[in-house]
């Protein structure tokens, strides 16, 4: 069995992330992981300090991960325009959480927590998307058209995961309807606002 020394904090993590998927959040306990990398449990907490402390690491290794797929999406060949680019994180976003609903449904907690993952990770894997979002509606709504994007995708596929699809049709080619239809939205003439309408 291996010692706690050799027993990396990555393996650990890893470990967590893996009985998370597979089983869910009920069987994710120390007794758990620990059997998964082969020490005791006890063992455990002189590198993680409680389940809560596991959880967070994995919301943020889940993050990571997220970022590297958005982040190989932003470096494509061949990308012509910024509602292609836009289209494409879509796809990766999407395909990450179709890959790891668990951990998916981990970085879109509904309210900060001690598992929350850290806004500094949030914000790196929020980069290319804003990046697209600045150059389809410009530096000022970059924000904004990032959120907006942000929220109808992860309505979209929290209810895809849900299971909450019953009346028939194509999930792919409705999703592809709806970001189509967002980046072409994004790109269009700005709406006066509603200070500018008054004036």
Sequence with gaps: MPTPDRTSLDDIVAAGR??????????????AVALRVGVRAPSL????????????????????????????ASTLEGRPDARQYLVALAHEFRAFARANPAGFH???ASAPSPTSPDVILLAR??????????QLAGPENALDAARTVTAWANGFISMELAGAFQLGGDVDRAFDFGIS???????????????????
Excluded: C, H, N
């Design 18 to 31: 893996e009985i998370l998927e597979a089983e869910g959040p009920a069987k994710l306990t120390m007794q």
């Design 45 to 72: 907490y002189k590198r993680v300090k409680s389940r809560d402390d596991l959880i967070g690491l994995i919301a943020e290794s889940a993050v990571s991960d997220l970022a590297l797929r958005l982040q190989r």
């Design 106 to 108: 981990l970085i879109f």
């Design 125 to 134: 894997a929020a980069q290319p998307l804003m990046e697209a979002t600045a």
């Design 181 to 199: 239809r967002l980046a072409d939205s994004l790109a269009a003439e700005p709406i006066a606002s509603s200070a500018a309408r008054t004036s």
